[in-house]
């Protein structure tokens, strides 16, 4: 696509409930990542992927949170049993095939835990 | 660990001045650095992208420099306008790794 295509843009959950997160990165783009920003933070590594490689998930803040990738396309970010303190900007970008290429982001979810 | 700061944490100028927004990093082995934009409520917009053999990358009114040996990066912003108004965060890769670290931003309001 033209550009990093994140959906739901907004969701509102109860508490205890799982939620999933897609993005779907700009064609041909190998590396892909998931930040978060909490309200007035910055933003917060998750995990990358990068082609077939086993994925960076030193970021991810407990084992509530996973994400999975096929192959060079969409992600999903899953996160079970919800807290409040998840509620967040979930961000995703995708780069091009290149160590430290250049970082396109998607407007982002934006998740309310109530 | 890589350690991201920019100073200052906010700033407000009357439209026309020109701007210089800083980025520190503490390690200073990394691929390149980038600059961002983002509007309240919005995604992130790259700016200029500074491989690690380059000084600086411009584009527009926006010129970003890059000293790797005292792990500085500088956004210069010239002839600011209103629409310039946004959070300015720049991020580098973590030596060893490509996981992105981000600054805390640089809030700028310009003022018409």
């Known amino acids: 696509g033209a550009g990093v295509s994140q959906s739901p843009s907004n969701k509102v959950t109860e508490k205890g409930k799982d939620v999933e997160l897609r993005c779907d990165p700009i064609?041909?783009?190998?590396?892909l990542y998931w930040y978060r920003q909490r309200l007035g933070q910055g933003l917060e590594f998750l995990i990358y992927f990068q082609g077939n490689s086993a994925p960076d998930k030193s970021g991810l803040p407990s084992d509530r949170f996973s994400a999975e990738r096929t192959g060079e396309s969409v992600s999903t970010l899953t996160i079970q049993r919800t807290q409040q303190e998840d509620s967040a900007v979930y961000l995703c970008?995708?780069?091009?095939?290149?160590?430290?290429?250049?970082?396109?982001f998607g407007e982002g979810s934006r998740l309310t835990v109530l | 660990k890589q350690e991201v700061t920019q100073i200052p944490a906010a700033l407000s100028v009357p439209e026309g001045e020109n701007l210089v927004l800083n980025c520190s990093f503490t390690d200073s082995a990394i691929y390149n650095l980038q600059w961002f934009r983002q509007d309240p409520g919005k995604g992130l917009t790259s700016l200029l992208l500074?491989?690690?053999?380059?000084r600086e990358q411009t584009s527009g009114r926006l010129n970003a420099s890059l000293d790797k040996s005292s792990g500085r990066s500088t956004l210069y912003i010239a002839a600011s306008q209103p629409g310039d108004s946004a959070t300015y965060l720049c991020a580098v890769p973590t030596s060893g790794t490509y996981k992105y670290i981000f600054g805390t931003g640089t809030r700028l309001k310009v003022l018409a």
């Open positions: 970008a995708s780069s091009p095939d290149r160590a430290g290429g250049e970082l396109f």
């Open positions: 500074i491989q690690s053999s380059q």
């Open positions: 064609s041909g783009h190998t590396a």
